[in-house]
C-alpha cells in the first residue's frame, strides 16, 4: 500500500461561539445580560471520514458550501488539527497548498522580494529559492515587472505571481482549492496546464472546485462530500452527477 | 510503505518548536528585512530617525530629572542612555508582537509554519534596532565620559542575550493571548507605564529605600538594566542578585512562554 493521504473515521469539529468575549467588558456584560452570555455551538465540518487517496492520484473534492471540503484541505496540510479519527500522510511529503494565492505578499516589497518571503513561509531556503526564482519569473511573465513593488500589481498579477510561486515549490501532494474562481481565461489555461503537468509527474492532487468541466479535465476520481460525511467515492462522471443532484435537491427545498 | 505521520497524534514540543525554528530560520531573516525594510524605504533620513526618538527621550528626561529635579546622579545623561534603549526595546517588541498573529491570519489559515516565528520575529527586528542604537550612542558616551574599556563590559553580551529571552518568553504569550483576549494590548498599555517607574531608568537603584530595593530589582527589566549600568556606569562586575535574578526571569519567562504558546497554538488558526 502506497497511500498518499488516508482518513479514518476523521472529524473535525469546531465551535461557533455566538457574542464570542474576546474582550473583557463582554465577559464582565454576561454576568448580567443573559442576552450577552456566549453560547457555544458545535459545528462538526467534517465527520467519521474515511478515504484513501494513493500516491498520484487526483482526486476532486465535490460538495455544496459548508460541507468540509476545505477543512479537509486544511486537515492535510496540518493547518487544523483533528478532532478525532486519524489523517495519515507522508513524513517527508512536500505539501502545496493553494488555497490563497499571493497570501502573506507585502504590498511596499517588490515582486523579487516578495518570491524570497513567500517561499521562506513554504520552508525553503535562500538557495532553493534562488534555484527556482528564473523559473518563478519565467512562468508569472512578469520579467519587467520584479523590481516594482506589488502594491503597483493588479489583481491579475498578483495571483500570477502567487501561483508561479505555488507551481514551481515541487510539491509531491498539492492542495487545490477553488484557484479557478480567479483570473482571466489566459490564467485558468495555465492553470490548467500546470496541473496536467503535475499529474504526468505522478504527483497527488486533491482538487476542490465547484466547476464541473474543471473536474472533468483533472481529476481521475471524485469525493462528494455532504454536511462534513462521505456521500460518494467513485468515478467522476457519476460523482458529478451525484452532486448535480445534491444540488438541485436542495434548491427546490423552500427555506433552505 | 512509505514513513507515514497521523495528523491527529502529532504534538508540537519544545524540541520540535526549537527544530521547526531552526528549518525556517530562512523565514525569521526574512521577516526582520521586511520590517527593516519597510521601516527605512522612502524615508530620507532613514536609520537617523531611530537615532531621534532616543535623543528626544533623553533629552525631556534629562531637563526634567537633572535641571528642574535636581538629581545628584553625575553624568545623568549616560546613565538615562543605558536604561532607556533597553527599555525602548521592550516597549517596541511586546508592541509589535502583541499584534504579530492577528495580523497575519490569512497567512495562519492558508500556510503550515511554525507560528512561534512571527512574535520571534518581532523581538529580532527591535532588537537589531537597538543594536543599531547602542553601535551608535555607547561608544559615543564612553569617549565623551573618559570611560576606560574594562574587562567586565564583556559580559554585556551575556545580559543581553538574556533580555532577549525573557522579551521572546514575553512576546510568546502576548501574541498568542491577543488571539483569544483582544484586552491583551490595553492591558499592556497600562502596565508598561507602571513597569516604566518601577524600573531604575531614571533614578539609580542605590536611591530607593532599602525596604523596597529588593522589590524594584524584581521588576520584570530591573536586572537587565542595572546589570548594564553596573558595566558601564559603575564599572563594576554585575552583582550577584543581578546575575541571578536576570538568569532566572530570562530562562524562566522563554520556558513559561514557550509552554503556553505550546498549549494554544494548535487553535490559533481556528481561533482567527
Redesign the interface.
Given at each position: 500500500?502506497?497511500?498518499a493521504i488516508?482518513a479514518r473515521d476523521?472529524s473535525k469539529r469546531?465551535l461557533l461561539r455566538h457574542n464570542q468575549a474576546?474582550?473583557?467588558?463582554v465577559r464582565f456584560l454576561a454576568l448580567f445580560h443573559e442576552s450577552k452570555r456566549e453560547t457555544v455551538e458545535e459545528f462538526w465540518a467534517v465527520r467519521d471520514l474515511s478515504v484513501s487517496i494513493s500516491k498520484g492520484e487526483a482526486v476532486g473534492l465535490v460538495g455544496r458550501n459548508g460541507s468540509g471540503k476545505s477543512t479537509f484541505l486544511?486537515?492535510?496540510?496540518?493547518?487544523?488539527?483533528?478532532t478525532?479519527?486519524?489523517?495519515?500522510?507522508?513524513?517527508?511529503a512536500r505539501?502545496g497548498?493553494m488555497?490563497?494565492l499571493g497570501?502573506?505578499f507585502?504590498p511596499?516589497?517588490t515582486g523579487r522580494?516578495n518570491v524570497?518571503?513567500s517561499t521562506?513561509?513554504?520552508?525553503?531556503?535562500?538557495a532553493e529559492t534562488e534555484a527556482i526564482y528564473p523559473a518563478i519569473v519565467e512562468y508569472s511573465g512578469l520579467d519587467h515587472f520584479m523590481d516594482v513593488p506589488i502594491k503597483n500589481y493588479s489583481s491579475g498579477m498578483h495571483m500570477r505571481i502567487g501561483f508561479a510561486i505555488s507551481a514551481n515549490l515541487d510539491p509531491d501532494i498539492l492542495l487545490l482549492d477553488e484557484i479557478f474562481a480567479v483570473g482571466d481565461a489566459d490564467f485558468q489555461q495555465q492553470c490548467v496546464r500546470t496541473i496536467a503537468d503535475f499529474r504526468n509527474r505522478g504527483k497527488t492532487i486533491l482538487f476542490v472546485s465547484h466547476e464541473p468541466e474543471a473536474v472533468r479535465s483533472i481529476c481521475d476520481r471524485v469525493v462528494v462530500l455532504d454536511r462534513g460525511r462521505l456521500l460518494f467515492d467513485g468515478a467522476v462522471d457519476e460523482g458529478l452527477a451525484q452532486y448535480a443532484d445534491l444540488s438541485a435537491q436542495h434548491s427546490h427545498q423552500p427555506g433552505l | 510503505?512509505?514513513?507515514?505521520?497521523?495528523?491527529?497524534?502529532?504534538r508540537s514540543t519544545i524540541w520540535s518548536t526549537i527544530a521547526g525554528l531552526a528549518?525556517?530560520r530562512?523565514?525569521l531573516?526574512?521577516?526582520v528585512l521586511?520590517d527593516l525594510?519597510?521601516k527605512y524605504?522612502g524615508s530620507v533620513l532613514g536609520f537617523l530617525w531611530s537615532l531621534v526618538n532616543p535623543l528626544v527621550m533623553m533629552g525631556v528626561y534629562t531637563i526634567a530629572f537633572k535641571y528642574i529635579l535636581g538629581s545628584k546622579v553625575e553624568g545623568f545623561v549616560f546613565f538615562l542612555l543605558l536604561g532607556i534603549l533597553p527599555w525602548g526595546f521592550f516597549v517596541g517588541s511586546t508592541n509589535m508582537a502583541t499584534r504579530s498573529i492577528t495580523d497575519?491570519s490569512?497567512?495562519?489559515?492558508?500556510?503550515?509554519?511554525p507560528s512561534a516565528v512571527l512574535p520571534i520575529a518581532t523581538v529580532l527586528f527591535n532588537f537589531a534596532q537597538y543594536l543599531l542604537t547602542i553601535v551608535v550612542f555607547l561608544p559615543l558616551m564612553l569617549v565623551a565620559q573618559g570611560v576606560p574599556l574594562a574587562a567586565s563590559m564583556l559580559l554585556f553580551p551575556v545580559f543581553l542575550g538574556l533580555q532577549v529571552l525573557f522579551t521572546v518568553g514575553v512576546a510568546l504569550v502576548l501574541a498568542a493571548g491577543t488571539v483569544?483576549?483582544?484586552?491583551v494590548r490595553h492591558l499592556l498599555e497600562v502596565a508598561l507605564p507602571i513597569l516604566f517607574w518601577v524600573t531604575p531608568i531614571v533614578y539609580p537603584l542605590s536611591q530607593v529605600p532599602g525596604p523596597f530595593r529588593p522589590l524594584v530589582l524584581l521588576s520584570p527589566l530591573s536586572s537587565y538594566i542595572v546589570a548594564y549600568q553596573q558595566i558601564f556606569y559603575y564599572r563594576q562586575w554585575p552583582s550577584a542578585e543581578v546575575w541571578i535574578v536576570g538568569a532566572v526571569y530570562g530562562c524562566g519567562a522563554l520556558l513559561l512562554g514557550m509552554r503556553f504558546f505550546l498549549a494554544v497554538e494548535?487553535r490559533l488558526?481556528?481561533q482567527l
Open positions: 500500500m502506497d497511500g488516508t476523521l469546531f474576546v474582550e473583557l467588558k486544511k486537515l492535510v496540510a496540518g493547518i487544523y488539527r483533528p478525532s479519527g486519524h489523517l495519515f500522510v507522508p513524513r517527508d505539501i497548498t488555497i490563497e497570501v502573506g507585502e511596499e516589497l522580494e524570497f518571503l521562506s513561509i513554504h520552508g525553503l531556503s535562500r | 510503505m512509505t514513513d507515514m505521520v497521523d495528523r491527529a497524534a502529532e528549518r525556517y530562512e523565514l531573516k526574512n521577516l521586511k525594510k519597510l524605504r497575519s490569512d497567512l495562519m489559515k492558508s500556510v503550515r509554519f483569544f483576549f483582544r484586552d494548535d488558526s481556528e
